[in-house]
């Protein structure tokens, strides 16, 4: 097992975050200084996703997770590649949460519950894009529970593992 390195993503803090409001937060840009990682090694990444209660979510939906890293030809799925070109990095999890009584559903997903994808360079575009998308390939819609205290709607943990020649 090579060096490992993490990257906490809080939607709180994307470029195109916008307070208060629910549906807008399905497709969002951070600003990431990826020297952090070594150059000219390849890795495995996983990830670990938790967002909070989702007012419009369907125990029954599935919902990839989009992960725009910034060159097709640095990135081999070990999974599945979904939709021109876009690389679906695994798929998000609905678990019921019981607030006040009411069901409400949270997309949820652990490291080892989607394989893990290779690149096999370190990113070098600044501007990570994350997006939810439906199985129709298009961004979620999904709105997000803006009573709740929390000013972030998810947490994306992504785990990136070198792996030796």
Not at 149 to 158: A, E, G, K, T
Request: aromatic share 12%; proline share 5%.
């Amino acid at each position: 097992m090579g060096k490992t390195y993490n990257l906490y993503l809080n939607s709180s803090k994307a470029l195109n975050f916008v307070a208060g409001t629910a549906t807008s937060q399905n497709d969002l840009t951070y600003n990431i200084n990826w020297s952090f990682l070594p150059d000219n090694k390849k890795f495995k990444v996983s990830f670990n996703f938790h967002s909070q209660n989702i007012t419009n979510l369907d125990g029954s939906d599935t919902t990839a997770l989009m992960v725009y890293f910034d060159a097709p030809n640095t990135y081999v799925p070990q999974s599945t590649v979904v939709g021109n070109g876009n690389f679906c990095i695994g798929v998000l999890h609905p678990y019921t949460n019981t607030v006040n009584g009411n069901n409400r559903y949270i997309l949820q997903t652990d490291y080892q519950d989607n394989p893990p994808i290779m690149l096999l360079n370190r990113p070098y575009n600044s501007n990570l894009r994350v997006e939810l998308q439906t199985l129709q390939e298009t961004t979620a819609s999904y709105a997000f529970d803006t009573n709740v205290n929390s000013p972030s709607r998810y947490v994306l943990i992504l785990h990136f593992e070198e792996v030796d020649e």
